[in-house]
């Protein structure tokens, strides 16, 4: 069976490149390697829709830096995979061209919004993916098809190529079923960029020799406190997650942090106003979907708008419209801004004393297809654990931990700005003690890797 009639369940690509996947491998630490792109990284010629009908028919004049890495590093590109709409959204089911499926069971989410790279993952579509994530979009998806994602440090990899959904928020980031597998991409997309003034301009350590050093001796950090609201069997999860990390000589230490509840809020108003701000773009005049038969500027704007973009997408730019509208600026934008400190603080203060700190990536495993759509809210709570890392710029990743009644389980480590190597070296050491990571989902097809 072809990678497309397998998709045909899955709805993970959009975008299939025949040419590309059957040319010839360079040379490189990535030579054969397949990988799949999320479809807001601009290739170019190749079409690059945001999962939106405003840009269906957008095909860029230009390439991200990391797929020119990627490219150099031998890597066979196979594609773009499906996403929620610009990136906003924790199902795939905002795509504007249909939602994609979960290889575990397809009747649900795979997560978002790097849904359909995590899907591809995780059926044997490719060996490893891109992602993106602003609020857990890598993480959440990694978690609930039982693959590893690692978000790293803001600045860490060049943003340049991107689809900006939040600027200060996004960031691109390997999607595996190993952590091993992780390092091996992030070596290869890491590193300065003179074409993003935002990434950190000092040359990557080398994630590999971290990753191999044993991790006895390391101080985990948690907190009680996240877990006590979680149901018995994602608590019992997360514990036994612990377990396996004290059995490696890692010393479990309690840590609070007491402002972790605020993160949800602050992120999904400094979120929706960066959104509302990078998607002031699409006006239908430059690029993107124009509407027909306008009988002037101003409403040939709002119908292009109105046309192209979809419910969750209209949605996220009133609100952050709204929180930085004048008289609200200062009561939700700036007090969210402020909440940003408080919390960077937080974490500055527990990596004093601990060297990663652990919790759980999601509060329950995948949810059914259509479960959520009517409750934005009940969506957006899904996010709760993964936020505060995109709010702090700090690196975290998910691993999976376990299964629930057949469904993955992640577990979820943060560290300190640039130590992604550490991330790396714990989760690749659980998975050295655990098997979890090696499961297959039924029709899953065989690893290349």
Request: glycine residues 10%; aromatic residues 8%.
């Amino acid at each position: 069976m072809t990678i497309q009639d397998q998709d045909q369940e899955l709805h993970a690509f959009l975008y299939f490149s025949e040419e590309a996947a059957l040319e010839p491998s360079g040379s490189g630490p990535l030579s054969g390697v397949s990988i799949a792109l999320k479809d807001n990284l601009c290739v170019k010629d190749w079409p690059t829709t945001a999962g939106s009908r405003m840009l269906a028919n957008f095909r860029p004049p230009y390439t991200a830096t990391v797929v020119e890495r990627l490219r150099a590093s031998g890597a066979r590109l196979l594609g773009k995979t499906n996403l929620d709409e610009f990136a906003m959204g924790s199902s795939t089911e905002n795509s504007a061209f249909g939602p994609t499926r979960n290889p575990w069971d397809l009747e649900r989410v795979p997560g978002g919004s790097s849904g359909g790279s995590a899907a591809a993952v995780a059926a044997g579509m490719c060996d490893m993916a891109l992602g993106t994530d602003t609020g857990g979009s890598i993480r959440q998806p990694a978690a609930f098809c039982g693959i590893t994602g690692l978000k790293p440090s803001y600045g860490r990899v060049s943003r340049y190529g991107l689809i900006a959904y939040g600027s200060s928020l996004d960031q691109i980031g390997p999607m595996a079923y190993s952590a091993a597998d992780c390092a091996r991409l992030l070596q290869v997309i890491a590193g300065p960029d003179p074409l993003d003034s935002t990434c950190y301009q000092v040359a990557c350590p080398d994630f590999a020799a971290e990753m191999a050093v044993e991790p006895k001796g390391l101080r985990l950090g948690w907190d009680p406190a996240l877990v006590k609201d979680l149901n018995a069997e994602m608590r019992e999860n997360f514990e036994a997650g612990l377990q396996v990390y004290r059995d490696l000589g890692v010393q479990l230490v309690e840590v609070s942090l007491p402002h972790l509840e605020y993160s949800l809020p602050a992120y999904y108003l400094i979120a929706t106003a960066e959104a509302s701000s990078n998607l002031a773009r699409y006006d239908g005049v430059r690029y993107g979907h124009r509407a027909e038969g306008a009988r002037d500027v101003g409403s040939m704007m709002s119908r292009s708008r109105e046309e192209g973009l979809g419910t969750e997408v209209k949605r996220r730019i009133m609100l952050g419209t709204y929180a930085l509208s004048s008289g609200y600026y200062d009561a939700y934008y700036a007090q969210a801004q402020k909440m940003r400190t408080v919390l960077r603080q937080d974490f500055d203060q527990a990596f004093a004393s601990v060297d990663a700190f652990a919790l759980p990536t999601t509060p329950a495993p995948a949810f059914k297809i259509g479960e959520k759509s009517a409750d934005p809210l009940s969506m957006y709570l899904s996010d709760v654990y993964t936020v505060v890392a995109n709010l702090t710029g700090l690196p975290a990743i998910s691993h999976p931990s376990g299964f629930l009644a057949g469904l993955p389980v992640g577990l979820q480590l943060m560290a300190p700005v640039w130590q992604e190597g550490r991330l790396l070296q714990l989760s690749h050491h659980f998975q050295q003690r655990t098997s979890y990571h090696q499961m297959r989902p039924q029709g899953a097809r065989p690893a290349e890797v």
